[in-house]
């Protein structure tokens, strides 16, 4: 009785506490956009060139395609395996749900269900790969956190710190030491994990390594597609970039924002030195479209089609 009374407590809770982040960012927002012109961000975007949206859209899919494997991994993981094709939609559409609606373990575990469900595969089954899935992003975050450490000189000033070159490459590794930990469980032999009743299964060590190698190669790829779309953007200031992006995708799965909004860009522009900021957003505005929007139209449209195909298979079925 009490669990059920403080549900809908934490909900509005959760609802007033996501409203006033987005009301801080958008306000954080709107005094960088007082900074710029409609005039000057629209000159921006009139300088990328259509190649270049092109090539973002090439990076996206591609990031895309990489997130499929969270989901082949999870199902190997708890040996249920099914045909890639099965795993690349449950995946696309559930991390297109979560990117654009936000609340990404709800909204992508009931994704998930609605097209597993109809392989056979039970409520914790799908739990279970939820899980997987989310433990595969978040060691790509803390794997790229320590690489960017130890790699990009002077990477902690974005974030307004000030350390030497060996102390921000010591935490850099020691940090890069977390994964070496759970790749070196993994080579024990370590099957599963959890308390009491609940048990999850871990993947090999080779698929393990597969989880580091995926998530990092994810994020990469999404920083590219922002990248590419700041022709004022040189070679050198990728790195700059790509802790941008990381560290605002990363706020935005811990505020649940939907979308991201305004959370995503106010990120972005405020850690990405040395580019005008009206090129920033133009680049922000195209970045929406190319790695959500259009995938989201796209995501929605094979749930429908997938929710028609289902219910086709179960009308003969019932008459029966």
Known sequence: MASS????????????????????????LSKVLSEVSYDQVTASMSRIGWWRIALAALFGAASYLVLTGYDVIALRTIDRPLPWRQAAKASFVSYNLSHNLGFAVLTGAVARFRIYSSAGLGVGDIAKITLLTGVSFWIGVVLMLGLCLVLIPDVSSLAGYSMSRGSQAAIGMAIVGINVMYLAILARGMKE?????????????????????????????AASVLAVLMPSLGLAGYPQVLVAYVAAFVT?????????????????????????????????????????????????????????????????????
């Open 5 to 28: 009374s403080s549900s809908p407590i934490r909900t509005v809770l959760s609802l007033v506490i996501m409203a006033a982040i987005m009301a801080a960012a958008f306000n954080g």
């Open 193 to 221: 994990i959890g308390f009491r009743r609940w048990r999850v299964p871990l993947p090999t060590a080779r698929l393990g390594l597969a989880q580091c190698g995926l998530s990092v190669l994810d994020l990469v790829f």
């Open 252 to 320: 935005v799965m811990i505020t649940h924002t939907p979308g991201g909004a305004g959370v995503l860009e106010l990120v972005v522009v405020t850690l990405v030195p040395g580019i005008p900021k009206a090129e920033v957003i133009a680049a922000l505005i195209l970045f929406r479209i190319v790695y959500h929007i259009g995938p989201f139209l796209l995501a929605v449209t094979l749930l429908v089609l997938h929710e028609m195909a289902t219910r086709r298979e179960r009308i003969p079925a019932m008459a029966t």
